[in-house]
């Protein structure tokens, strides 16, 4: 290999361009592989997260939505099914927790006994809930996250024993949990034993618990979905109004990682595409260099040298050069890792770390010495089909390349370009789906609209829904603010609210309508959020005990009487044997408010002053000039302080955050695709040259009998041109094939995969 290498480093016009083809594969997708490895394959902490599963609710009528279950549907899954060794729920809410006299707002997370077991958390420090700190009477007792536990500890040992008050409530610290304990709850602060007994009507009825179980050894997915199958949700507040509910079980890898490792796969293979272009091109050098010296391997192979022999010399050579490629790789491959997690952050919209370990080191020399193989594959079939002494009197003219090196060289440029052809495809869909995407209609105007959130509030109704009007009163007062509304959902963050009303046609029958989106808003939610209302909006006539009114959205007017002239229906709102009418007082323009990748979903508006919504409130402001953080918390605490603060946010910044992670995509997999279509138009560009400076001869005997310059030209381009279209509808027919998991795993707007354009 020395003497190989040797030889190589004297013919840099060879060597050169080939290392630095191989090189830029071997980065490409070894970079891809670490990011890969950094986002799915290390991402869940747990000791054989494959027995780690998710059980939430589903019926028919809902489509893909799932619900979570109540406390009663876990009792009957845990007494029932004995597919799992371990089971526990938590149920997440916002609230407040003080260590002496300084309140701060965290995420609370109220466990059932069970939950660490399945998961098999051990704490850092400290100990764990155990059986008797789920008794009725028993002390309260709290686990901390480690980000909590650095934030109001400050990493102090003792803070086990200490005490800790969580929303009015004393409780002992126990333990402190390890810092990669954040799946598959949202980022709690604090973990607290769940209080309420199982007998509780609250408890029974209220879909809040995120379950979680482990598998027991011997049994799989597929029997804990059969069993869960055979069990019916115990009937409940949230489940009466829909029917045919059951239980299902997902894989909790595939609903952390699932949507990253879609999308980063495909860029693998994008990139390994990219390196089996390179190979190809370095196989055609190869190729070159050997056929350039036939008089050589001819005395070669007549002094006894075997066709084998020579083989095993191209595979040593390729072998050399992948081993120089992996040299200039390595370097190149560290310096990449902070800008691809960087890059991969922003495009699956998770903090991705990528590092060089052993598993990506060594991906990096197989990907090498792979690389060597597929270079050396094309030359070795070469040297095994020549005849000696066709090589010693080199009676290798243009006609017998075409029988023999040239199909091959032929084969090698249809694949170079059906290679480029597929990734330049993905390109396409990426950007068509980024237009699509930045130029949607979110049926409102998001421009100097922000919100904030609050939990809690006055236990009673309404006196909830008028501390929040004196809120917005106070801070519409504030300079710069020209509107404020009051609705229950977040804009733009996935959350939503759904539930099942019957809607009165014209024949004067009640018919079930599939679960919709549901909000409280006030009369001022549509003027503020530049949504356009037939009919009226909500005024002081809509309070409690008037008759009822809704507004509904052009979708489910649709769907629920088949036009949007809904003006005056009636919809059912009571819960089943109690039936309370409803007028439809407006009908409202269709809107993308709970997420621009999603089309607008049929909904339905009610007064906050009318009908409670959810625990948590939206302040919505339009503003010339919004008010900072601090003046909107000062102005509800002023109107009612016991509103706790939950977040803030820019709505026109949300959208350019939805975009932001398919527009990296669409940068991303069009670099792949200019460096693929480079990569394919200098492979070919050296079998052309090849070719020709093989066929040198028959093209001046063609000149001999008469054919000028331009019947040379057509000759050599009716060849090429050919094998280009037939390297383009290959491509074209694998782009068409893979267009639906294209575009399913990088894209956020679904595009035709059969788009003309692209």
């Not at 361009?17 to 830029?24: E, G, K, S, T």
């Not at 601090?630 to 709505?651: K, L």
Request: glycine residues 8%.
């Amino acid at each position: 290999m020395l003497r190989t290498a040797k030889i190589l480093w004297r013919q840099p016009g060879f060597s050169g361009p080939a290392i630095l083809m191989l090189a830029a594969g071997i980065v490409l997708s070894t970079v891809c592989y670490a990011v890969l490895e950094a986002a799915v394959f290390n991402v869940i902490p747990y000791e054989s997260p494959a027995r780690l599963v998710q059980i939430m609710k589903k019926s028919p009528e809902m489509g893909d939505a799932y619900w979570k279950v109540t406390r009663a549907d876990f009792e009957v899954i845990r007494n029932r099914i004995p597919c799992f060794e371990s089971l526990g729920y938590e149920a997440v809410a916002q609230g407040t927790a003080a260590v002496g006299a300084e309140s701060t707002p965290v995420t609370v997370a109220r466990v059932s006994a069970g939950l660490f077991d399945a998961l098999k958390v051990r704490p850092a420090i400290g100990r764990g809930f155990r059986p008797e700190d789920f008794r009725p009477g028993a002390p309260r007792v709290a686990v901390l996250s480690h980000a909590y536990w650095t934030r109001a500890f400050s990493r102090e040992a003792d803070a086990v024993g200490k005490s800790l008050t969580v929303d009015g409530n004393s409780y002992t610290v126990i333990g402190v949990a390890p810092p990669q304990v954040k799946r598959p709850v949202s980022n709690a602060d604090v973990w607290i034993a769940d209080e309420t007994p199982a007998e509780d009507p609250s408890a029974s009825t209220i879909g809040d618990k995120l379950v979680v179980g482990r598998l027991r050894q011997g049994c799989s997915l597929r029997d804990a979905e059969r069993e869960l199958a055979k069990l019916e949700p115990a009937p409940g507040r949230d489940s009466s109004r829909t029917r045919a509910q059951r239980f299902f079980a997902l894989s909790l890898a595939d609903q952390i990682v699932g949507p990253a490792a879609r999308i980063l796969n495909l860029l693998l293979a994008a990139c390994l595409l990219i390196q089996l272009l390179a190979c190809l091109n370095v196989g055609h050098l190869l190729l070159a260099r050997r056929m350039n010296r036939v008089r050589d391997l001819g005395v070669q192979m007549a002094l006894g040298c075997s066709a084998g022999r020579l083989c095993w010399n191209v595979l040593v050579e390729a072998m050399t050069l992948a081993a120089a490629a992996v040299g200039i790789a390595l370097p190149l491959i560290l310096l990449s890792l902070p800008a691809a997690g960087a890059v991969t952050t922003a495009a699956i919209g998770s903090e991705t770390h990528p590092v060089l370990s052993i598993p990506v080191l060594a991906f990096s020399i197989g990907a090498g010495f792979a690389s060597s193989v597929v270079c050396a594959v094309v030359p070795a079939v070469m040297l095994v089909r020549m005849e000696i002494t066709a090589l010693i009197h080199e009676r290798w003219r243009f006609s017998e390349l075409t029988l023999s090196a040239s199909r091959l060289q032929d084969v090698l440029v249809v694949v170079e370009v059906a290679a480029a052809v597929v990734i330049m495809a993905g390109f396409g869909l990426l950007a068509k789906a980024l237009y699509q995407l930045s130029s949607v209609s979110l049926g409102f105007h998001p421009e100097g609209l922000s919100y904030a959130v609050f939990s809690g509030g006055p236990a009673a109704f309404p006196l909830s829904a008028h501390s929040l009007e004196r809120a917005a009163g106070r801070i519409a007062r504030l300079p710069g603010v020209d509107s404020v509304a009051i609705g229950s959902t977040p804009i733009l963050t996935g959350a939503a609210m759904k539930a099942q009303f019957d809607a009165l046609t014209n024949s004067g029958e009640w018919t079930p309508v599939p679960p919709v989106l549901m909000q409280a808003v006030s009369g001022s939610y549509f003027r503020t959020m530049g949504i356009a209302v037939e009919g009226r909006s909500f005024d002081n006539r809509d309070v409690r005990g008037a008759p009822c009114a809704a507004v509904v959205n052009q979708s489910f007017a649709k769907l629920a009487w088949g036009s949007t002239d809904a003006l005056g229906k009636r919809i059912d709102v009571g819960d089943p044997g109690r039936r309370v009418p409803c007028e439809v007082v407006g009908v409202a323009a269709d809107t993308r408010d709970v997420s621009i990748t999603l089309p607008p979903e049929p909904a339905v508006f009610f007064s906050h002053l009318q009908r409670r919504g959810s625990g948590f409130a939206t302040i919505l402001i339009r503003a010339r000039q919004a008010p900072s953080e601090e003046q909107i918390r000062a102005e509800v605490a002023a109107a009612d302080p016991s509103w706790r603060w939950g977040f803030s946010t820019n709505i026109g910044a949300l959208v350019g955050t939805a975009i932001r992670p398919a527009s990296t995509r669409a940068r991303l997999n069009g670099s792949l695709a200019a460096v693929a279509l480079l990569l394919a138009v200098g492979g070919v560009y050296a079998a052309v040259t090849f070719s020709l400076s093989r066929g040198a001869k028959d093209l001046g005997v063609r000149l001999a009998l008469g054919a000028g310059p331009a019947q040379l030209i057509a000759f050599i381009y009716s060849r090429y041109v050919r094998l280009a279209a037939a390297g383009v509808l290959a491509g074209a027919a694998a782009a068409v094939w893979l267009g639906g998991i294209l575009s399913a795993g990088l894209s956020v707007v679904e595009v035709n995969r059969f788009d003309p354009l692209v």
